[in-house]
């Protein structure tokens, strides 16, 4: 069974920096795409970035530029650099595993990390 477990949200001003990171474990971690979505409240779900496992990226038009989506297939983990946050960004933050793209509808979810970007 796949577990996923996210790591380094918090606080943080606007303009500032946050690391995410998610440790994957109970399969193969190379066979999985990777990605994180956020969730604000009131809004739908939605796909952040997402890396494959030859590193192929795509992002979502509101952090191209900002965020940076990584993998490291020795390790299993993945982790999305957020820089230059903005209050907009403010959400809890999943970590998912697709074997069939990060749209999988069979994939898996970690259990979300809370951001919060304010003054």
């Known amino acids: 069974q796949v577990q996923l477990v996210e790591s380094g949200g918090g606080l943080v001003q606007p303009g500032g920096s946050l690391r995410l990171s998610c440790a994957f474990s109970g399969s193969i971690f190379s066979i999985y795409v990777m990605g994180w979505y956020r969730q604000a409240p009131g809004k739908q779900r939605e796909l952040v970035a997402a890396?494959?496992?030859?590193?192929?990226?795509n992002y979502a038009d509101s952090v191209k530029g900002r965020f940076t989506i990584s993998r490291d297939n020795a390790k299993n983990t993945v982790d999305l650099q957020m820089n230059s946050l903005k209050p907009e960004d403010t959400a809890v933050y999943y970590c998912k595993a697709g074997r069939g793209g990060v749209t999988d509808p069979l994939g898996y979810w970690g259990q979300g990390t809370q951001v919060t970007v304010s003054s």
């Open positions: 890396i494959t496992s030859g590193r192929s990226t």
